[in-house]
């Protein structure tokens, strides 16, 4: 069971332009969120968060909007740069509990 | 401040052998959480240690298993190698704090032949 959901394995997006990822969640007890980016050969790093209270939050290029009630979030990077083109994984908990749930991850592409 | 450390990045095995990889947390971390990635199934969460204790369990079978140390390092065992074992194994640590944030290492890569 999939409790988080990132339906799309690939993007590519121009130099420039906004990427943007989304993710779906179906457990409604996550109450906080993040997204990572991997490189290839490298562990994942945090990007960003936002907790459930919340429905935006900002840093620099990059903003995670969520919206609870259609259990959706989604990650804006404006503008996109060729370094940013990684694996990007959502993912969730709830609560106290350290278990994480991660997505399947979107490849992302920036094309020069 | 030092990342978190694993060894071995890379090890192949056959199947049938047992393999132990190895995490160092950041100084000061004392949660430790294991992850296998997979090709299409993103990070798949295997237990979490905390003060040399398991909290938290993923659904893998009992050939997965792992300890803490009481420097907080951490080491996991997966027994009678399977070749759908074959995966990056990833550590993550955590202060605990309000945030929560894992850090990981780079991993280990573990092909099972």
């Known amino acids: 069971d999939q409790q988080v959901k990132q339906n799309s394995p690939s993007l590519s997006v121009q130099e420039g332009r906004i990427s943007i990822l989304n993710c779906d969640y179906t457990?409604?007890?996550?109450?906080?969120f993040l997204w990572y980016k991997k490189y290839p050969a490298e562990g994942p790093t945090f990007l960003i968060s936002i907790s459930s209270i919340k429905d935006k939050n900002e840093d620099g290029r990059f903003t995670v909007f969520l919206n609870k009630s259609a259990k959706h979030l989604s990650l804006h990077i404006v503008p996109s740069q060729p370094g940013d083109s990684a694996v990007y994984f959502c993912a969730a908990k709830s609560g106290g509990y350290q278990k994480v749930t991660f997505g399947t991850g979107t490849k992302l592409q920036v094309i020069p | 401040k030092a990342g978190v450390t694993q060894t071995p990045r890379y090890l192949i095995k056959t199947r049938g052998q047992q393999v132990t990889l190895s995490c160092s947390p950041i100084s000061g971390h004392r949660s430790v959480s294991w992850y296998q990635q997979t090709p299409g199934q993103g990070l798949q969460f295997l237990f979490e240690?905390?003060?040399?204790?398991?909290?938290n369990k993923g659904n893998f079978p009992g050939r997965f298993s792992g300890r803490q140390f009481s420097n907080s390092r951490s080491e996991m065992n997966v027994s009678t190698l399977e070749l759908g074992d074959s995966a990056l194994y990833l550590c993550?640590?955590?202060?605990?704090?309000?945030?929560?944030?894992?850090?990981f290492g780079a991993g280990s890569r573990l092909t099972v032949l």
């Open positions: 240690y905390f003060s040399e204790t398991q909290r």
């Open positions: 993550a640590s955590t202060d605990t704090s309000g945030a929560n944030v894992l850090t």
């Open positions: 457990n409604s007890m996550f109450d906080y």
